[in-house]
């Protein structure tokens, strides 16, 4: 499966910005699709996604502030974060895994300003 991600950028605490990740090819057999975020000097984390098109888990830390959702017309799936904190600043990866694959795409970075 091939992702684009696109939509981060700088901005000031308080603030909101959409990811939006654009996937295409063997969608058919998709297990899991969402978001992980890597900040400077740290793991690469999980942040938000939808296991087997069941339910939406959040990671604690962006529970009430960030929202998953999916265009499944456009193959698109979107991160909306609201409420930006300066420790929510990381590149930000899409993420896809079924059977026989785990694929990335190439990650947009958000740089959250105090």
């Known amino acids: 499966v091939q992702l684009q991600a696109s939509g981060g950028g700088l901005v000031q605490a308080g603030g909101s910005l959409r990811l939006s990740c654009a996937f295409s090819?063997?969608?058919?057999?998709?297990?899991?699709i969402g978001w992980y975020r890597q900040a400077p000097g740290k793991e690469r984390e999980f942040v938000a996604g939808i296991s087997s098109g069941v339910s939406t888990d959040y990671s604690d830390s962006v529970k009430g502030r960030f929202t998953f959702y999916r265009d499944n017309a456009k193959n698109t799936v979107y991160l909306q974060m609201n409420s930006l904190k300066p420790e929510d600043t990381a590149v930000y990866y899409c993420n896809v895994r079924g059977f026989g694959y785990n694929d990335w795409g190439q990650g947009t970075l958000v740089t959250v300003s105090s």
């Open positions: 090819g063997s969608t058919f057999s998709i297990k899991f």
